[in-house]
């Protein structure tokens, strides 16, 4: 965590600091700091601190499990996915302090956060039947950017229910097309698949309830994404796919975008979630279809260019070595 994000560790250091002698003060601390980022150390302090309130700590711990499977709150030792129900909502008590509400409203909702799966198409129509039916039950709404189709693709978007579709011409900008997607995303969470990729079943229930708690903080969440091959072997690959819906979360990059932050704190903190995609767009039926050939020639212009050359950049360009 760079060190320049002040208010964040000032926020820590003073939850530290009065644990142990005002425990709703640092409560208070924390929930500012989780305005930032959710880490698991501050996360283990807040569940220790929620102990008199044991479903506000066993909610938080469910919550923390999802996001970090591998790190213990309240021992050393670390634990797996937790196959457990999360806890049920119990009726707040009159008395209870002012301090644990917006804890509380994170934890049980007043409503289900919302999620928007954005893509961006173009002549897609042998595969994307296939995507749209694998997000269809967790999905809000679906936004599909159609950059210049001329095949059955918009057709087949046109179908699906909860599919709200759009045109855009192509500028040879991918991530001027992702924040048109973007753009027309109403829910609170993100979700970004292209569309020669499904969610795999493996790892929906997990993401089925992570989304039922509200974005908080600036994760990016990363999923492993099976790489079909030719062969018919695979390799794993991450791609940042799960993010909150805000206008300060934008692509850039022309090729092989990527969300970054316009406004402070400019850090965004990545996390692995069990998500799993499969890509089949390196098949040779889809990479042809793709003029992903040409996209190569692209990025081996941008890798050679020294005033567009980024070590991002050289890692993909060096995949197609």
């Keep these: 965590m760079p060190a320049e994000v002040h208010a964040y560790h000032a926020h820590l250091a003073a939850a530290q600091a009065a644990a142990g002698s005002n425990p709703l003060e640092a409560l208070t601390q924390l929930w500012q700091a989780f305005d930032f980022y959710l880490e698991p150390a501050p996360l283990r302090l807040a569940c220790q601190l929620l102990s008199p309130w044991p479903e506000l700590a066993a909610r938080l711990r469910h ?9 213990a709150l309240d021992s050393p030792e670390p634990f797996g996915l937790s196959q ?3 806890p049920e909502q119990v009726s707040a008590p009159q008395a209870e302090p002012a301090q ?8 049980w909702p007043s409503r289900r956060p919302s999620l928007s799966v954005c893509m961006i198409v173009r002549n897609e129509a042998p595969v994307l039947a296939t995507a749209l039916a694998s997000i269809r039950e967790i999905a809000d709404e679906i936004i599909v950017v159609d950059t210049g189709s001329s095949d059955e693709t918009m057709a087949i978007a046109a179908a699906e229910p909860k599919v709200r579709l759009s045109q855009l011409p192509w500028r040879n900008d991918f991530a001027t097309a992702r924040n048109a997607s973007l753009d027309l995303a109403s829910g609170d969470w993100i979700l ?8 795999l079943p493996t790892g929906r229930q997990a993401l089925r309830e992570l989304l039922a708690y509200p974005p908080l903080g600036w994760q990016v969440y990363i999923c492993p994404i099976e790489q079909l091959l030719s062969n018919g072997g695979l390799f794993y690959s991450w ?3 799960l993010f909150r819906r805000d206008a300060a979360l934008r692509f850039s990059g022309a090729l092989h975008e990527m969300p970054v932050k316009w406004s402070w704190p400019q850090w965004l903190l990545a996390v692995p979630v069990p998500a799993r995609l499969r890509h089949s767009g390196n098949l040779p039926i889809n990479y042809v279809r793709q003029h992903k050939s ?3 020639e692209q990025l081996r212009r941008l890798v ?5 050359y980024t ?10 070595l």
């Design 84 to 86: 457990a129900e999360p």
């Design 192 to 199: 970004v698949l292209d569309a020669d990729e499904e969610l």
């Design 100 to 107: 644990l509400l917006p804890w509380r409203n994170l934890l």
């Design 63 to 71: 919550l923390t499990e999802l996001i970090y499977p591998d790190q």
């Design 311 to 320: 070590p991002f950049l050289a890692y993909h360009y060096a995949h197609l």
């Design 304 to 308: 050679e260019d020294p005033a567009t």
């Design 294 to 296: 040409k996209r190569a």
């Design 239 to 241: 791609g940042t796919r």
